[in-house]
């Protein structure tokens, strides 16, 4: 049995399909991890849904930020955006039933046997893995409880920023989802920054990537994420950090990428859609 993680798939259905024919994918014994964004920008968010929704417990998905722009849509909290391609979600029959199953996929998954952790954007500086674990299990509660339209309409704004264990209500909320599903960079203290997309060089100087301000050997497991497409535009990032960036930009027309976490070895095709860096 192999283990894949895969990068944000955005509505490539046709796309994923050809990087799992290169993999050598079997669904009767692999099992796929997807790092969030399964939807939006790409022409086929209905067929990922069902894709991977049908695929049961063979699949793990943790939630990014355009899965999260697609629940608050659909319940009204958060108007439809012109460069949207969920339509076809919203309007298939079996719509509302794949939208209740996205809402119950959690923010981040840990694999104790595998030491390893996937996330959609990262883990806040401030936190531990298992404080990231309990926390990402405080706002799974909260997007799968009755009221969690309210917590949709208020996840959305930049602040706070800075991590505080008093932090309460719809600021904690937020905190721990843009941690998840928005940074990219953070300051030296820790503090995020949700507004820069570009690759590393390019940024403001006080800004450095989440992943370097963490002691990576300290969890002792490799933490696996998406969301930055432009993140390894240049370089690399060396193994030394003790983290996996699968996120490669394939609706933007860059690569389509999963990581075989048996044997860290990587499988990718090139992708044409769109016109390449990914903007925001």
Not at 92 to 98: F, K, P, T, Y
Not at 152 to 157: A, E, F, K, P, S
Not at 173 to 200: K, Q, W
Not at 223 to 232: E, P, S
Request: net charge negative; with cysteine.
């Amino acid at each position: 049995m192999s283990t894949y993680v895969i990068g944000d798939v955005q509505g490539c259905y046709p796309e994923l399909r050809s990087l799992l024919r290169e993999c050598g994918f079997d669904a009767r014994r692999d099992r796929l991890w997807f790092v969030g964004d399964l939807v939006n920008r790409g022409p086929c968010s209905l067929d990922v849904l069902r894709f991977v929704a049908d695929l049961g417990d063979r699949a793990h998905v943790v939630l990014g930020n355009h899965d999260l722009h697609l629940l608050a849509s659909a319940c009204g909290a958060r108007r439809l955006r012109d460069k949207d391609t969920f339509h076809d979600v919203l309007e298939a029959a079996d719509g509302e039933a794949l939208i209740d199953w996205l809402r119950g996929r959690p923010m981040i998954h840990h694999d104790p046997e595998r030491a390893f952790v996937m996330v959609h954007a990262g883990i806040a500086p401030a936190w531990t893995v298992g404080d990231a674990i309990g926390y990402g299990e405080e706002l799974s509660r909260a997007l799968q409880a009755p009221d969690h339209r309210r917590l949709l309409r208020n996840m959305y704004g930049n602040e706070p920023d800075e991590w505080r264990d008093s932090l309460t209500g719809h600021d904690r909320l937020r905190f721990i989802t843009n941690a998840f599903t928005r940074m990219r960079y953070c300051h030296a203290d820790g503090r995020l920054d949700v507004t820069e997309s570009r690759p590393p060089g390019d940024q403001a100087p006080s800004l450095t990537p989440w992943f370097t301000l963490r002691d990576g050997g300290a969890d002792r497991v490799r933490i696996a994420f998406g969301h930055w497409a432009t993140l390894q535009l240049r370089v690399a990032l060396p193994r030394s950090l003790h983290v996996r960036h699968v996120d490669t930009g394939c609706v933007w027309g860059g690569s389509f990428t999963a990581l075989r976490i048996e044997d860290d070895r990587e499988f990718r095709i090139d992708c044409h859609r769109g016109a390449w860096p990914a903007p925001r």
